[in-house]
């Protein structure tokens, strides 16, 4: 499941493009691994996130994968956007990777992967996220969603749902507000 988050999360042409590509661009790829942080779900409740990083044999790490959708266009990424990239290395066994403040931390699990370990995608990944103070004893919540499937032929159908909610009470009456939406994008793996 972990690596077809990391698959869902960077565009199907990229993925193919850095993979299948030229010699020179999967040369410059260690592998990929997760990282550990945690955030907020919905209600307010405390999650954590695993999100995946690509390890360059530079010794560079890249934290925001979108930037993996050009690959062609990493290095003015880097330029633009030096928050996304950060350092990592092996410490024996032990992958690590150098957050904001310097520190180091171990690559969630300690397991990077050298090859992607699937040729095609198939199936459906889901991601379901979201926030809000129902957990803190308040009344707003946020709900999102995200579906990918991925089908025969290279076709991948990304879903989306996102509602909010709150209510408001005062002056002897209560208010509440709900509000939904979806959407639906079709495109193609190759």
């Known amino acids: 499941m972990h690596a077809l988050r990391?698959?869902?999360?960077?565009s199907a042409a990229a993925v193919l493009a850095v993979w299948s590509g030229p010699a020179a661009a999967q040369?410059?790829?260690?592998?990929?691994g997760l990282i550990l942080s945690y955030g907020f779900g919905y209600g307010g409740m405390v999650i954590a996130k695993y999100e995946?990083?690509?390890l360059f044999t530079s010794g560079d790490i890249l934290l925001d994968v979108e930037a993996m959708?050009?690959?062609q266009a990493l290095d003015s990424d880097k330029q633009a956007h030096p928050d996304h990239w950060s350092q990592w290395r092996r410490t024996g066994a032990t992958y690590e990777y150098r957050t904001k403040s310097g520190k180091w931390?171990?690559?969630?699990?300690?397991?990077?992967w050298a090859t992607p370990p699937v040729a095609k995608l198939s199936g459906a990944f889901e991601h379901v996220g979201g926030?809000?103070?129902?957990?803190?004893?308040?009344?707003s919540a946020v709900f999102t969603q995200s579906t990918y499937n991925f089908q025969p032929g290279g076709r991948v159908v990304r879903r989306g749902l996102a509602s909010a909610g709150?209510?408001?009470?005062?002056?002897?009456?209560t208010t509440r507000t709900t509000t939904a939406s979806h959407g639906e994008q079709v495109g193609a793996t190759a």
Not at 131 to 139: D, E, I, M, S, Y
């Open 6 to 10: 990391v698959f869902a999360a960077l």
């Open 27 to 32: 040369s410059a790829i260690t592998g990929y």
């Open 52 to 54: 995946p990083a690509v």
């Open 69 to 71: 959708a050009e690959p």
């Open 105 to 112: 931390n171990q690559v969630a699990g300690n397991k990077v």
């Open 131 to 139: 926030g809000g103070n129902l957990a803190f004893g308040g009344t």
């Open 166 to 173: 709150s209510e408001v009470e005062g002056g002897g009456s």
